[in-house]
T-cell receptor, first 118, second 112 residues
Framework: SAVISQKPSRDICQRGTSLTIQCQVD?????MFWYRQQPGQSLTLIAT?????????ESGFVIDKFPISRPNLTFSTLTVSNMSPEDSSIYLC???????????????FGPGTRLTVL | RKEVEQDPGPFNVPEGATVAFNCTYS??????FFWYRQDCRKEPKLLMS???SGNEDGRFTAQLNRASQYISLLIRDSKLSDSATYLC?????????????FGSGTQLTVLP
C-alpha cells in the first residue's frame, strides 16, 4: 500500500486556537479524504479533499470550521479552527486510487493525529 | 436505523476457536463492502474486500448477501494477534459512491 504520514501525530491545544494537520503520501493518489474518530466511536467522514478546488464537505461539517487544502496529488492539510474541547478526537486522512493498488476503490488510512483541546 | 449495524460485542474467544461477525446495511444501492481491523490507538487497516461470490484469505472468509443486505466475516483458528476491533465498511450508503460508511465495530479478544 502507499505510505501515508501525518503531522503532528498528537497535540494538546488551548480552546480558541487552530491546528493544521498535514497528510503526505509517497505516491500520487486520486482521492484523499479526512475523517474524525471521536473517543469510543467509529469513523465519520469530514470531507473529500479535491485537488485544485474546494473540498466537498459532509453534512454537519463546514469549511469555516475545517478548511482543507490539496495543492497536489500527494499532499493535503486539514485545519481545525477555533477549537473547543468537543473537537478532541483523532483525525485521519485516507487515500484511494494509486498505481499498484490491488483495487481502485480500496481506501488506506494514515496513522492519525490525536488532538486534545483543553 | 443506523446505515451500517454491527454487534458491538465484545467477543471473548479461546485461541483456536472459530468466530463469526455479522453486519447489516440499510441502503440497497451500496456498491462496495470491506472489513477493516483497528488495533487499540491505531488507524484502521484494510483486512479484505467483500465480493458477492464470497472470498477467502487464509483463515478469514467474507461473505456478502445483497438480497438480505448482510455481510459476514468468519475467522478460523483464532490467534492472539487477531484481538482487535473489526469494522464493517460500506461505500455508497449515503449517496456518494466513494464515501465509506463505518459500522461501530465489533471488539474481539482472543484468550490464551
Amino acid at each position: 500500500s502507499a505510505v501515508i504520514s501525518q503531522k503532528p501525530s498528537r497535540d494538546i491545544c488551548q480552546r480558541g486556537t487552530s491546528l493544521t494537520i498535514q497528510c503526505q503520501v509517497d505516491s500520487q493518489v486520486t482521492m484523499m479524504f479526512w475523517y474524525r474518530q471521536q473517543p469510543g466511536q467509529s469513523l465519520t467522514l469530514i470531507a473529500t479533499a479535491n485537488q485544485g478546488s474546494e473540498a466537498t464537505y459532509e453534512s454537519g461539517f463546514v469549511i469555516d470550521k475545517f478548511p482543507i487544502s490539496r495543492p497536489n496529488l500527494t499532499f493535503s492539510t486539514l485545519t481545525v479552527s477555533n477549537m473547543s474541547p468537543e473537537d478532541s478526537s483523532i483525525y485521519l486522512c485516507s487515500v484511494e486510487g494509486w498505481e499498484g493498488a490491488s483495487s481502485y476503490n480500496e481506501q488506506f488510512f494514515g496513522p492519525g493525529t490525536r488532538l486534545t483541546v483543553l | 436505523r443506523k446505515e451500517v449495524e454491527q454487534d458491538p460485542g465484545p467477543f471473548n474467544v479461546p485461541e483456536g476457536a472459530t468466530v463469526a461477525f455479522n453486519c447489516t446495511y440499510s441502503n440497497s444501492a451500496s456498491q462496495s463492502f470491506f472489513w477493516y481491523r483497528q488495533d487499540c490507538r491505531k488507524e484502521p487497516k484494510l483486512l479484505m474486500s467483500v465480493y458477492s461470490s464470497g472470498n477467502e484469505d487464509g483463515r478469514f472468509t467474507a461473505q456478502l448477501n445483497r438480497a438480505s443486505q448482510y455481510i459476514s466475516l468468519l475467522i478460523r483458528d483464532s490467534k492472539l494477534s487477531d484481538s482487535a476491533t473489526y469494522l464493517c465498511v460500506v461505500t455508497g450508503s449515503s449517496g456518494s459512491a466513494r464515501q465509506l460508511t463505518f459500522g461501530s465495530g465489533t471488539q474481539l479478544t482472543v484468550l490464551p
